[in-house]
């Protein structure tokens, strides 16, 4: 047993617990309880001290018994050091060294003794480490935008730290903003144009890109080469570059502030990485189903219909929320299109409302919830679709 | 016979790939033709609008006789700048209405009233009055007169389609002084919002390959600020990182950390002192890279997690015979496998990212030391209302992504005759 590996031990772990309780005072100071200090010094050593018990204990003890009385001492302790706190915030602290504990029990002296120890010990916290950050540094905004929904604008400045959710007032009360955003902000007309737009994106996108996936995978014709090199160029082509031409022209086609001229954009942006995407499944079709289609006598749009549509229904949903996605979700055009509100989009009308003057925040980010929650809600459920369709065609973003 | 085959399918190719051509053609390639176009062109935003000839219809009873009224059309150019030539006038009216007088402009034939107008300088107006009766003399109904509309059509001339070139966008934003400015912030935050995104990336796709419980609910949460829409993700940011009644510098107060509050998104440069240098960072550039990164990680880490996946379990268990250890087996095993993903990952996310417009507007709008091309594409056609000169920078930014294109498939050539 090396004394460098028991030291890297002993300060990685503590600063661990360390961090995990530094996110649960985070969380626990935005509930509105007043935390001042993290109380590093005294955590930190006591970490430390506790993680040496740890390692003397080791196997000697039940290794449950072992954990559970560390997290005990772990939280007593911390009870102690802090003040006027309310015990569901000692109950989290005993569960998160509870879940800290469970995870270095298996360590003593001979693991520390074995060869690159001190390595494989800082990979793992950095694993669990990361997991727990990650997860803490993706969800937080997400956390944010839900909760201050829920608060008003003159008790987010009475104290801007508590964002607790007083469930006492009544759930009209509760969901107030979220009345106010349907009702005076017409948040109900939005929804339903951004859903008829990237309904009818995927729509039209589909009836396009099918046929012609279909003539680039299949068919032979000349320039097919030229084709199918100039979808992926045409791809990467960002809608900046376009913005100012198409500006021009729709505003004296007299298309802008319309449904039709939002859709027209959208589908042809969208229209190369569909085929492309496409394209690629279509080719991993056996060809002999289509030769004895033929041999049947079935045109070539028997074949799309009967043959290859049936069988690429998986590569087809993904394009199609794929393309729900970037329709439901893209603003650039929907920004420099739309100047009228009767014609808004959700993403527009957001950003309409936070450019509109003094729009209270809690307004703000109930729109942004009502725009991000059907596209996560389909994320989660459709997750292993979308996600073929993400590794497929996310060279855009 | 097979030839025909042959004919036949070439036929139904071509049809089956038409209209999606078409539609590509027309909405992609073609304005970024006439991106050249405009960008050697003097053109304003208000020049967009189309001179229209205009007419408001009022219709006022005469008094003591109901069998007569006067109809006064008032007549307006709506441009403020150019003229329109050969206006012509058309109006419908009920049966039996016939007008008393009419000069010699109009002429009244089957219920249609017609008249040319000849030409209307910028800025015209004119009142047309007319008296009209009922041929059999009953009273006329004023909403029936006021349910048609008038009709009115002119020619005007239409500044995109002059051959008026001029060279003074071009010479305009190659000599603004902030134009290396804008390149170098735009390069910064290319650069660093990659190389970022791609590292974090390759941290979220090791710790997901390992198994652990709710992996599947990890991976998926890991990539919930890609599959989020930008506006509401930017706002959020924006009033977390708000200096006044922001989460982070209330949070950070709170513990004191810092003394007062630091605006993020707001404040250009900042001074750090490390080691008894002074550093100059650029605090908003960096706040939005921060963001930028957050958001596409995901990406860097779902087609890093994919290519990890696939990487044998052998190469590990001999590594582990060898005795080596963590880091040698990630320097030596799994960096080399997932070394052709990154390169592709870097190009890719090199040039969206180069583009990337969305995300810095929403979060800056392009203050404090965050412009980049892409942003100025917009303030200069939209803001300022210079759509040549926006033109004029689009053409810049085509130039740099044609570039970078000829790099990557280079690259992506080179890779495919290796393997």
């Known amino acids: ?397 | 016979m097979s030839s025909k085959l042959a004919k036949i399918e070439k036929r139904t190719a071509y049809l089956l790939i038409l209209p999606s051509v078409l539609l590509v053609f027309s909405i992609i390639l073609f304005p970024i033709f006439s991106n050249i176009w405009i960008s050697f062109k003097n053109v304003e935003l208000k020049d967009l609008r189309i001179p229209e000839p205009r007419a408001k219809k009022l219709v006022k009873s005469i008094k003591d006789n109901p069998t007569q009224i006067k109809i006064i059309y008032k007549l307006r150019n709506s441009s403020l700048t150019q003229e329109i030539t050969n206006v012509k006038f058309k109006d419908k009216y009920p049966d039996n209405i016939e007008p008393i007088s009419l000069n010699n402009k109009c002429q009244f034939k089957s219920n249609l009233l017609k008249c040319e107008l000849g030409n209307w300088p910028k800025k015209y107006r004119e009142n047309l009055e007319i008296v009209f009766q009922n041929t059999n003399n009953q009273e006329i109904s004023k909403k029936e007169l006021k349910s048609y509309k008038p009709k009115l059509s002119g020619k005007s001339q239409n500044i995109l389609l002059t051959y008026e070139f001029t060279l003074n966008n071009f010479k305009k934003v190659i000599k603004d002084k902030a134009f290396i400015d804008l390149l170098s912030t735009t390069f910064y935050y290319t650069f660093f919002g990659t190389i970022g995104a791609i590292i974090f990336g390759i941290l979220a796709a090791q710790m997901v390959n390992q198994k652990f419980f709710g992996r599947t609910f990890m991976r998926s949460v890991l990539l919930f600020p890609y599959v989020a829409p930008v506006v509401a993700l930017a706002y959020t940011w924006e009033l977390l990182l708000d200096p006044t009644s922001g989460t982070l510098n209330n949070l950070l107060i709170n513990y004191q950390i810092i003394d007062g509050p630091i605006n993020l998104l707001g404040q250009k440069y900042v001074t750090l002192n490390i080691l008894g240098f002074d550093f100059k960072l650029r605090l908003a550039l960096t706040t939005v890279i921060i963001f930028e990164i957050w958001r596409y990680f995901p990406l860097a880490f779902l087609f890093i997690l994919a290519r990890l996946q696939a990487v044998p379990k052998e190469l590990y268990e001999a590594a582990d015979v060898d005795g080596a250890n963590p880091i040698q087996k990630f320097l030596n095993i799994t960096l080399p496998q997932i070394l052709a993903v990154i390169s592709i990952l870097f190009m890719i996310r090199f040039i969206w990212n180069f583009n990337k417009f969305e995300d810095i507007f929403l979060l800056t709008g392009g203050a404090s030391g965050t412009r980049t091309l892409p942003i100025n594409v917009y303030q200069q056609g939209f803001s300022i209302g210079d759509i040549g000169m926006g033109s004029a920078v689009s053409i810049v930014i085509v130039v740099f992504l044609l570039i970078f294109m000829f790099i990557y498939f280079k690259l992506l050539g080179k890779r495919a005759d290796e393997n």
């Not at chain 1, 970490?47 to 449950?64: D, P, R, V, Y």
Request: glycine fraction near 6%; charged fraction near 10%.
């Open chain 1, 1 to 397: 047993m090396k004394i460098k590996n028991i030291f890297t031990y002993c300060f990685i772990s503590s600063l661990f617990l360390f961090s995990l309780i530094c996110i649960w005072k985070i969380l626990v100071t935005l509930q509105g309880i007043e935390i001042t200090n993290f109380n590093f010094n005294k955590l930190f050593i006591f970490g430390i001290i506790l993680c040496a018990i740890n390692l003397l204990i080791g196997k000697k003890l039940n290794l449950n018994i072992k954990i559970i009385l560390l997290a005990l001492l772990f939280s007593i302790f911390d009870y102690f050091i802090s003040t006027n706190l309310p015990i569901w915030y000692s109950f989290g602290i005993f569960l998160i060294s509870l879940f800290f504990f469970n995870n270095i029990k298996d360590y003593d002296k001979n693991f520390l003794s074995k060869n690159h120890s001190s390595q494989k010990l800082f990979f793992n916290f950095l694993t669990l480490f990361g997991i727990t950050l990650f997860s803490f540094v993706i969800l937080f905004p997400f956390y944010m935008m839900l909760v201050t929904s829920f608060k008003t604008q003159a008790l987010l400045l009475l104290n801007p730290l508590d964002f607790s959710i007083n469930f006492a007032q009544g759930l009209p009360e509760l969901f107030k903003s979220y009345f106010i955003v349907f009702k005076d902000y017409n948040f109900g007309r939005y929804m339903l144009t951004s859903t008829i737009v990237s309904l009818g994106t995927v729509i039209i996108t589909l009836i396009f890109a099918i046929p012609a996936a279909y003539a680039v995978a299949r068919l032979n014709f000349f320039g097919k080469n030229f084709l199918s090199t100039s979808i992926l160029i045409i791809y990467l082509f960002p809608a900046i570059v376009l913005v100012i031409p198409l500006y021009t022209i729709f505003s004296q086609l007299g298309l802008r502030n319309s449904i039709e001229g939002l859709l027209i954009v959208y589908t042809a942006t969208t229209l190369p990485v569909a085929i492309y995407m496409l394209q690629g499944y279509f080719k991993s079709i056996p060809k002999e189903l289509e030769e004895a289609g033929i041999i049947d006598g079935q045109n070539w749009l028997g074949i799309i219909f009967k043959i290859i549509l049936p069988l690429s229904l998986p590569a087809i949903s993904s394009v199609a929320l794929y393309v729900f996605m970037i329709a439901w979700n893209e603003f650039l055009f929907s920004l420099m299109f739309l100047d009228r509100p009767n014609t808004f989009t959700l993403s527009r009308a957001i950003q309409f409302l936070n450019v509109g003057a003094e729009t209270p925040r809690q307004y703000l980010m109930a729109g942004s919830v009502v725009v991000t929650l059907p596209i996560l809600i389909i994320f989660v459920y459709f997750e292993k679709y979308l996600v073929s369709g993400l590794t497929a065609g996310s060279v855009k973003g």
